[in-house]
């Protein structure tokens, strides 16, 4: 933003076939306090978040918990209200649809959640958990709905005859694989996963996450892949966003982000995987000093950089704008605009 | 804390307030025309009568003007004049109120003196047979129709002890030892549900508190049983009591009504019962707003010393 | 789409929730006997025409204020009425009123407290819990005594003073468990669905919340019990012949020095169906309890 040889990323790069296009999308909720519950200030969950998912495309979007990932999925998916900012599916804005409106659009994206079992009403059996979007929405229902789940089941690798079973029967990965199913059923375009499979063990991380492969192969979808794990995040992600209270600090395709990190937090998440990959112990991240700010005081500038090893002057107060970082790759970092100024 | 009080009283007012437009809307909604009701029964009443007899009483206004002028009275204090006696509301309340109020205070007591040590012995003697034979105490207690305990108590008294109570109702500026005499079974028979409600929290409660980390450290920092029994379980464990109280004042203020009848005492329980009767609307209504006043106030009055007595509430 | 064509559906193979019940309910024997005391209450009440050795009103006039034992099981009263099939009709009268109101005001509260907490901080949810706060707020006996007394003493009106006493209950219970639905994944996650806020109260709200509703039933049963017998006692409820508890037991407080059995009766049987609502009603508590079942 500074200096002139920064050359910003035009907002609408190449606009063509973008399924998902989010630009600018903030959700700010409010702290109220007091006898007239007057707000007097807001948590910056997300605060000027963009970018986009072509049609087959799986994008990763990684950072630590309070980095305001899960809100871009409740946002995307308009569970949540934005408060500014532009949401585009499939060419549409949705960022402001009424409820009514919203509804032929849950038919084309839909969420696998980190925890199925809770993400599942008790009362109700494995049929009734998959069918209840098509029931919600119109689409079939008794015979018709039932033989769709028992296809559905099927299709991630459980058997029809678990149908009248209770999620909680089953074990995670095969739950997850039953969310997967849900999610599958109104024939979604998009499929937002969130945190899905964070809670499972390595091995069955790794079927649940060739389903979800195969899966997009067979039926076309696109992925918007959210977790705290870099290394899940590569497995499955073309593109990879890296959050960090807010906002976007670096993206670009998986495996160049990963080999060349830019920005100083990616770097230290890279390192962290880099030092012991197959560790079941990845989430301890080396290089990053202390502990994440409250998302409701971020630190001035550039967020991070009371906890970045290379922070100089400008980072406490200016915020550092998004700059092209690489052929498709976009870093905000004081760093990579003096890189290419000098 | 001074905002949350300051809140809180505010709420109460809206209530107490809200309380007195459902019960005069009520009033004035319900079929019965109070004056044909009243002037029904003398003879040779002509239209014109009931006519001046509305308008004496203000009956021939709006509605809302009805309830306007009802509102300011009653912030001035004046709830209007009996219907039956003409004696203004306010002064016949204020007669019966402090009648109503010892019953309701030494039913309080009953249920305290005797709920706090049931509850402690059988926490102390958890699985006993005592702590079994208080229990199914408790669980009678709460299901006895005060009334019934009431009658019983009176029948059975007279006949093993040819002992009843006294014939005739005194205050106790005339006669404490009469008063209290007479007021003892009625005060018993309305405590013992709160007894019964107490001993049943207060044995949960200290249960659980014994059970608690903090009790464990106690003990094994060395402190004696009875220390840390009495010092330190004890005084934690009544804090949920505390707020069982607010609740039992609600069941007790009702008891009155039936328990004053049967015993002929002439308190706000008695009052409200005959004027409902004789349609006596202000004074009916002036009962209702003074329950639900007293209801709330004493609510308030429990839900801060609540958080007098346990720091960690946060009036937030 | 895979080419997974007719996959022959299994036999629904049904978790054994039944059994699961049978076994937390043998732990909860007390519960178990009221439960059978309710039954029992319920068939006496149903049967009474059958049980009863004597119609409840007609007046045996030689054999007035007579002890019990003989013909007259329970005794008679003090206009020759056998107080045995009073009682077992009375019975009919209690849980007619109470299974009405239960009706009229569990429906009725149930619904503000789902529509309440799901909208909680809302206007709506304002305005009705303002309303419920100021039912709360008159002691319970004044406010049946107020309503029932200007309506008149009726079943029908007895019902309806009882239902606005409980109305407040039920709406507390739901309203609190749906504020704890409300923040369920599972309401989220039907949200994705696409389930409008109707389909979600219905589907997801009103099922997770019998187990709690069923329990303030059971109390409530009690609490209407006595209710009822109250306002009957005072003159204002179940209106003479109809036998009632309440009325018997203010027709016997006149003569109970000399005929104590016509308090001790339906007093007894008064006591006895309270107590096994409420024993019933925490015995379904501690069944229930989320800690125990899951």
Redesign the interface.
């Known amino acids: 933003m500074s200096s002139p040889a920064v050359s910003p990323v035009p907002d609408h790069a190449p606009a063509t076939g973008g399924l998902l296009e989010v630009t600018d999308l903030v959700k700010h909720f409010p702290i109220t306090r007091g006898l007239l519950r007057r707000t007097v200030g807001h948590v910056r969950a997300v605060d000027g978040v963009s970018f986009r998912i072509a049609p087959g495309e799986t994008v990763g979007l990684v950072g630590e918990s309070g980095s305001g990932k899960s809100t871009v999925a409740r946002l995307v998916l308009r569970l949540l209200e934005p408060t500014s900012g532009s949401i585009r599916f499939d060419g549409r804005e949705i960022a402001g649809l009424s409820a009514r409106d919203l509804v032929p659009l849950r038919r084309r994206m839909s969420i696998v959640f980190q925890d199925p079992v809770s993400s599942f009403d008790p009362r109700m059996t494995v049929c009734s958990v998959i069918t209840e979007p098509l029931e919600a929405q119109g689409i079939s229902s008794g015979r018709a709905a039932r033989r769709r789940a028992g296809e559905l089941l099927e299709l991630v690798g459980l058997s029809a005859g678990d149908l009248d079973r209770y999620p909680h029967q089953f074990s995670g990965g095969q739950a997850q694989r039953i969310g997967i199913a849900r999610a599958l059923a109104t024939d979604p375009r998009l499929l937002v996963c969130d945190e899905a499979v964070s809670a499972l063990d390595v091995s069955v991380q790794a079927q649940v996450l060739n389903l979800l492969r195969s899966l997009q192969g067979e039926l076309g979808l696109s992925y918007l892949f959210i977790a705290h794990d870099l290394n899940v995040v590569r497995y499955v992600s073309d593109r990879v966003c890296v959050m960090y209270l807010g906002r976007i600090v670096e993206q670009g395709p998986a495996d160049q982000l990963l080999a060349d990190p830019r920005h100083p937090y990616t770097q230290s998440l890279a390192a962290a995987i880099a030092a012991d990959p197959r560790s079941p112990v990845r989430r301890r991240r080396g290089v990053v000093r202390g502990e994440t700010p409250s998302p409701s005081e971020p630190p001035p500038g550039c967020h991070f950089h009371p906890r970045c090893p290379h922070a100089f002057d400008p980072c406490a107060s200016v915020v550092p704008a998004s700059v092209a970082a690489g052929p498709g790759r976009t870093a905000s970092c004081h760093l990579v605009g003096e890189a290419r100024g000098a | 804390m001074l ?1 949350y009080v ?2 809180r009283g505010l709420y109460g007012v ?3 307030a ?2 007195t437009v ?2 005069f809307l ?2 004035r909604l ?1 079929p ?1 025309d109070v004056v044909r009701l009243q002037l029904a029964d003398a003879p040779g009443v002509g239209p014109e009568q009931i006519a001046r007899r509305a308008a004496q009483l203000g009956l021939d206004q709006p509605l809302l003007t009805q309830l306007w002028v009802f509102v300011t009275d009653a912030l001035r204090g004046d709830f209007g004049t009996s219907f039956q006696s003409g004696e203004p509301v306010t002064a016949i309340i204020a007669e019966r109120l402090p009648t109503t109020l010892q019953l309701g205070v030494m039913a309080l007591v009953v249920s305290v003196v005797l709920g706090v040590p049931l509850g402690l012995l059988s926490a102390v003697r958890q699985n006993s047979w005592l702590d079994q034979g208080l229990r199914a105490v408790s ?2 207690g ?4 005060n ?2 305990l009431g ?2 108590l ?3 008294l ?2 093993w002890f040819s002992w009843s109570p006294p014939l005739v109702y005194r205050t106790p500026a005339e006669d404490l030892g009469s008063n209290l005499v007479h007021m003892a079974l009625p005060a018993f028979a309305l405590g013992v549900a709160g007894m019964a409600a107490i001993a049943r929290m207060l044995r949960s409660s200290l249960l659980e508190v014994m059970r608690s980390p903090f009790i464990r450290t106690v003990r094994a920092k060395g402190a004696p049983e009875h220390t840390v029994l009495v010092t330190h379980a004890v005084r934690n464990s009544l804090v949920p009591v505390f707020s069982l109280i607010g609740l039992q004042v ?2 007790i ?3 009155t ?2 328990l004053e ?2 015993f002929a005492i002439p308190g706000m329980g008695m009052l ?2 005959e004027s ?2 004789l349609r006596d609307y202000p004074v ?1 209504l002036g ?2 707003v003074v ?2 006043a007293v ?2 106030l004493v609510n308030l009055v429990v839900d801060v010393l609540y958080g007098v007595i346990d720091p960690r509430i946060r009036y937030a | 789409m895979s080419e997974v064509t007719a996959s022959v559906p299994l036999p629904a193979r049904r978790p054994a929730g039944g059994r699961r019940a049978m076994r937390l309910l043998r732990r909860q024997p007390l519960g178990v006997v009221a439960g059978v005391v309710v039954v029992l209450l319920v068939v006496a009440a149903a049967l009474a025409p059958v049980i009863a050795p004597f119609d409840p009103t007609t007046q045996h006039r030689e054999d007035f204020l007579q002890i019990p034992g003989g013909p007259f099981l329970m005794g008679t009263d003090d206009l020759g009425r056998d107080i045995f099939s009073r009682v077992l009709y009375g019975a009919r009268t209690s849980l007619l009123v109470a299974v009405c109101t239960l009706a009229v005001g569990g429906v009725l509260g149930v619904a503000i407290g789902v529509v309440s907490g799901y909208f909680a901080g809302g206007w709506l949810d304002t305005l009705l819990q303002r309303v419920m706060d100021t039912l709360m707020a008159i002691p319970g006996i004044v406010l049946l005594l107020f309503v029932a007394a200007l309506l008149g003493p009726s079943i029908r009106n007895t019902v309806i003073a009882l239902s606005l006493l409980v109305v407040p209950s039920f709406n507390r219970v739901a309203r609190g468990e749906m504020l704890r639905i409300r923040e369920e994944l599972y309401v989220e996650s039907a949200r994705a669905a696409g389930c409008g806020t109707w389909r979600i109260l219905r589907r997801h709200g009103l099922p997770n919340l019998l187990a709690p509703i069923l329990v303030v039933t059971s109390l409530m049963f009690a609490i209407v019990i006595i209710a009822e017998s109250a306002l009957s006692f005072l003159g204002i409820g179940t209106p003479p012949p109809t036998p009632s508890w309440g009325a018997m037991l203010s027709d016997g407080s006149r003569y109970m020095e000399i005929a104590p059995w016509m308090v001790v009766f339906p007093g007894g049987a008064l006591t006895v169906a309270v107590l096994a609502f409420n024993l019933l009603g925490d015995a379904l508590r501690d069944v229930f309890d989320p800690k125990q079942s899951r």
Do not use: D, K, M, N
């Open positions: 905002e300051v809140r809206l209530v107490v809200l309380v459902f019960v009520t009033l319900i019965g669980v009678a709460l299901s006895i129709p009334f019934w009658l019983l009176v029948t059975y007279a006949l609600g069941h203020l009702g008891g009504v039936i009848s049967i409200i019962f409902v009767q009916v009962c209702v329950y639900g209801f709330i």
